[in-house]
């Protein structure tokens, strides 16, 4: 009966879902080109990294386990080519996000532009699943329900250390700073438990929005999916990819029309998913938001960030069962809990996060930062930041 009920509120979602997409056409079709309009809204994020005036590279990288991923590069910023001593700076996006985040605004106001012209050499990483990293040597492809086994956990363990690795060989240099927002947190905070050949890479590890818990978490939608069991989960999802809407250049037409015809209900819709902004966000280019994202994911990930949500723990993906556990966990019939004490207090780390931040909430963030310690040598609090504030 259950199940019944869950089926019943996907069709119900799917309706609506629609409706609305119905009513955005509509919508579209009564929007005349709207003078004044971004040529960003749709250019790629070269394109619009190049209009810009800064230099863009795009580089593949391998993982241990065969995912493609894309980062992007700007070298060097507007005036400062031949400057040397360049410190590479890798910037990793959030769920459901992609390297496009840290582009989205104007010079002035992107972190990307601002590093870039304060002689660092910036990379735009995108984790695997995602609009720029949907690729796999063969003979898994994104076709099938192998390629969208994975979760934060394979972040951790194979993308973050392929592209730390990937980016000093190209950089010759010895280290380099690490910036993640979001997921972009929790996957480096795990890597740092585990693996304790990372710590040494880095100069220091920098997270805005930062996440290992959300136990106390007032997202809407994370809280629905949160009530969610493992099998109906995927009954009601699928087993590939979540919520990627910017491949569609049907959803960019929509969406970005839609935008134009009603700010506030463009922002609505965003903020469902991704949760509010409130301080730093720059509304007027909504419409550029509206045509990248979100990045998409896979639904295992979401399932994962579910279960966090449900135990409060910062622990590696519950496959359902103990038989299943015990296959990918050596044995154990239970996932590891990832452990902060194991990360090096060497490292410095510094912490920025929101006072209205619905998924990094302030009480899970304190929890945070007392079981770091001494590790945190800045933690800064934005009272009126919610969670999109820090990358867009």
Not at 114 to 143: E, K, M, Q
Not at 360 to 379: E, I, M, Y
Request: glycine share 6%; net charge negative; hydrophobic share 40%.
């Amino acid at each position: 009966k259950k199940s019944a009920t869950i089926i019943q509120k996907s069709f119900e979602m799917s309706s609506a879902t629609l409706v609305f997409l119905l009513l955005a056409l509509l919508g579209s079709f009564m929007v005349v080109e709207v003078q004044g309009q971004s040529p960003d809204v749709f250019l790629n994020i070269t394109q619009i990294i190049a209009r810009k005036g800064y230099p863009v590279e795009t580089h593949k990288i391998t993982t241990e386990d065969g995912y493609i991923l894309t980062a992007f590069r700007i070298p060097y910023g507007k005036t400062n080519q031949n400057k040397p001593n360049k410190i590479p700076v890798i910037l990793q996006h959030g769920l459901l996000d992609s390297s496009f985040t840290w582009v989205l605004n104007e010079p002035g106001e992107s972190l990307s532009y601002i590093l870039a012209d304060n002689n660092y050499d910036v990379w735009l990483t995108n984790s695997r699943g995602n609009i720029y990293s949907t690729n796999h040597i063969p003979p898994i492809n994104p076709n099938s329900s192998a390629y969208w086994s994975f979760s934060w956990d394979q972040m951790a363990k194979y993308d973050l250390p392929a592209n730390i690795h990937y980016i000093l060989s190209k950089t010759q240099h010895p280290k380099l700073v690490y910036i993640g927002h979001s997921q972009g947190t929790i996957q480096m905070f795990a890597a740092l438990a585990t693996n304790p050949s990372i710590a040494p890479l880095l100069y220091t590890f920098a997270g805005f929005g930062p996440v290992v818990s959300v136990a106390h978490q007032r997202n809407k939608v994370m809280t629905f999916l949160s009530k969610i069991d493992a099998v109906e989960f995927f009954l009601l999802f699928g087993f590939h990819d979540f919520l990627p809407a910017a491949k569609s250049s049907v959803w960019k037409v929509i969406f970005a029309e839609f935008c134009w015809a009603c700010e506030s209900c463009c922002a609505n819709v965003i903020e469902l998913i991704c949760g509010p902004h409130n301080a730093a966000f720059n509304d007027s280019r909504m419409p550029v938001v509206a045509t990248h994202e979100p990045g998409g994911t896979s639904v295992q990930n979401i399932a994962h960030w579910s279960q966090m949500s449900d135990s409060g723990l910062f622990q590696a993906y519950d496959y359902g069962s103990q038989s299943e556990n015990e296959k990918h966990y050596n044995g154990s019939k239970t996932p590891p809990l990832y452990d902060l004490n194991k990360i090096s207090q060497s490292l410095p780390i510094g912490l920025w996060s929101g006072g209205e931040d619905l998924l990094a909430d302030p009480t899970d963030v304190q929890l945070l930062v007392t079981a770091l310690g001494t590790r945190v040598r800045k933690w800064d609090v934005f009272d009126d930041y919610a969670h999109l504030d820090f990358a867009l």
